[in-house]
């Protein structure tokens, strides 16, 4: 694969981001925006609050793959990043919440919760 360049005022070589390699999510908590990729979805976090993120993650997801609304949406690395500090972990309906938003299968939802509590333990380990 071919790396796009740029030069900057010392005239080295930089990077430019390959666009192609999908969204990169992150929350912008000043302001409550989930960013994936180049698309602002405004959130404010708090309890209650799972079902509406979900829902808005899968029709931006969908949208930047081109997926259809039936297809199943799972998510990615930097999408599970983000997520493990917005959801609530501890709500008993979040894997029926991934399987209706995201139309994964019902042991594609248990291992992306499983994934996402993974990665805010991991977090924690690294910040402890």
């Not at 080295?12 to 000043?30: N, T």
């Not at 983000?82 to 938003?101: I, K, Q, S, Y």
């Not at 042991?107 to 994934?115: H, K, L, Q, S």
Request: net charge negative.
């Amino acid at each position: 694969m071919m790396t796009n360049t740029a030069l900057d005022s010392d005239e080295e070589v930089v990077p430019v981001p390959d666009l192609r390699s999908g969204p990169v999510a992150r929350f912008d908590p000043i302001h409550n925006v989930l960013w994936i990729g180049g698309t602002p979805l405004p959130f404010r976090p708090g309890v209650n609050r799972n079902g509406e993120l979900l829902d808005l993650l899968g029709v931006v997801i969908r949208n930047l793959r081109g997926l259809d609304e039936s297809d199943p949406c799972p998510l990615r690395r930097s999408e599970y990043d983000v997520l493990a500090g917005l959801l609530d972990l501890d709500d008993p309906e979040l894997r029926a919440l991934f399987r209706t938003h995201l139309g994964l299968s019902r042991r594609e939802a248990g291992d992306t919760v499983m994934r996402i509590r993974r990665t805010l333990d991991d977090h924690a380990t690294l910040a402890g």
